[in-house]
């Protein structure tokens, strides 16, 4: 496999899986859906990858297997998010910014929670940065542990499953395997289409907050959810 001349290598799906091979791919899949330190990793576009590169046979593993092992470091690491939430509670909301940390992106996630719900758990794994932060909030509300499992490993399939088998269906066209360094390299500005916009949304806010004038103020962030919202009863 050939490594992307786009953005830094370590960031590069196709080095990720020529370095680290599946095993590594699993381990960026967990800490994506549930650790902190995940949310920059490029889960969608490593899954699209995967079943790409497995089709056109440059990946030596059964894509069946792949599959299954990928639903289940999905499913596993929104497990270690929601406990990670649970035990930290409301104590996030106030955890300082730092280089891996901004508070914003655990802002968003809790909008993002309390605008959807459970279900919240499914959309956001199609949502780069949410969905690492969600599982977290899920534990902060307390979210009924019934209605958790049912939904992560919905979510889990849906995203896990349903991205790498997207990559497989079309490595099968005669076109894309002709072209798979460009097929690769669209795939990667394709997954950061939400960050940026995500990032003109907030430019915009901002620069709406600064015409309102200084007497306006910074728009408070919400507080943190609520406990019993979605609690076990």
Known sequence: MNTLALGPSWLDPDYLLNQFGIYGLLLIVFAESGLLIGFFLPGDSLLFTTGLLITTS??????????????????????????????????????????????????????????????????????????????????????????????NILGGILWGAGVTLLGAWLGQIAFVRENIEAMLILIVLVSVVPIIIEFVKARGQSKRAAAAGPGAGPTPPPAPPQRGRHAKR
């Open 58 to 151: 440059q990946l030596k593993f059964p894509l069946w297997l792949a599959i299954v092992l990928i639903c289940v470091a999905a499913v596993v690491g929104d497990q270690a998010g929601y406990l990670f939430g649970k035990k930290v509670g409301p104590a996030l909301f106030k955890r300082p910014d730092s280089r891996l940390f901004k508070q914003e992106n655990v802002t968003k996630a809790s909008e993002f929670f309390d605008k959807h719900g459970p279900k919240s758990l499914v959309l956001a794994r199609f949502v780069p940065i949410v969905r690492t932060f969600t599982p977290i909030i899920a534990g902060v509300s307390s979210m009924r542990y019934r209605s958790f499992i049912t939904f």
